[in-house]
């Protein structure tokens, strides 16, 4: 019989990551890594599956927010280390996980990385948002032009005490962004730590620091240099074309790589648009509306008719219902519906990285009205987080 606890003390969530990191093949933290991971554990939102005694399935959540298309920020849930030991899979710990997670989130939208496609569906989890791996010919790569600002390399030091405060004030940016907490800086600086040779760099312009980038350079047997960039940030283009600019003239680098956004124009920065090669397209974030009504109230909406939308939701059916869209709002309606959606779908197509169109067309919804709903989801700029978590 399985029963899902909510942890609080050290010793449990030292369980809970032994367990989950079992169930992705790792083994248990060491006391030093301990001491990183700690900072990521956030009392009430920490839950573990039992028989018994023993702790068999984990799950939890961090605080955060989230950026809306419109622009709006909401409270929202990253959600991580879901796994379920070996011995007990497939007899419904992680259904039982989920249950309980969804019924007790404060936050209105969740949002997780899967580590595969066909887990998260059922529990209500949609595809919302997929990054490209870009590489870049560095040997080829001319960017016409000088900087508009100036770029610093920051010491280890120093980056650790600036780029919390500086991401914050930068602010989310693009639809799918979410803040950061405290634990994931604290992984994040482990991480760099692990890479050594991990280099941060700012940009400053007009009105002080602007954006950053964090890479890391490994050179191969055959003297081929790699510039791996793991963080990406800016608060406007100045500062991302700089930033471009920067490490395409970094000496001996043979090829630099980094995931954008699908939309990103990265191409068009260089004077040859083929030193830019799409390497992968990948999912990146996939989208729990949690409380139905008012994400639907929280983007905004394209020019277009009203569509009246049926959700269907069987582990929140308080979300079951019918909803008019139109540009200026959402209402629950009793209306015959033009679309009928489960609401791990409404999450794939919420940040207009997937449309009504494509669904009906695969047969994966049933719907009518489709190019006013499509538009209404339209959005400017596709969605990309560039947090992993
Ligand atoms: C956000 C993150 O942390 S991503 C990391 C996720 N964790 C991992 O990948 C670690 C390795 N895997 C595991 O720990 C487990 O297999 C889990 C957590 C993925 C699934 O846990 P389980 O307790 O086996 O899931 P549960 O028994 O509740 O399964 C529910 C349903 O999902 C299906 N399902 C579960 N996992 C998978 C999977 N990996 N692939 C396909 N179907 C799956 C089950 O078959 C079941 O279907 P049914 O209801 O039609 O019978």
Known sequence: MTEIRVLHDEAQFRAHTTVFRRAMHMGPPSDDDWKVVLPSYEPERVLAAFDGDEMIGTTQSYGSSLMVPGGAVVPHAAISRVGVRADYTRRGVLTALMREQLSKLPDPVATLRASEGRIYGRFGYGLAGRWRTVEVDAKRAVIAGAMTGRVRMLGQDEADKLLPELHESIGLTRPGQISRWAGWWARARDRKTEAENSVTVVHSGPDGDDGFITYKVTTDKNWKHEMSIKDFVCANEDAWRDLWIYVSR?????????????????????????????????????LRLVDVPRMLAARTYGPAEPVVIEVRDTLLPANDGRYRVAPDGVERVEDQPDITIPVDLLGAVYFGDTTFSQLVATKRIEGTRLADADALFAVPCKPFCGTFF
């Open 250 to 286: 970094v000496d001996l680098v043979d090829q630099i790589e980094v995931d954008v956004a699908l939309d990103d124009p990265v191409s068009w920065l260089f004077e040859d648009p083929r030193v830019v090669h799409t390497k992968d397209i990948f999912d990146e974030i996939w």
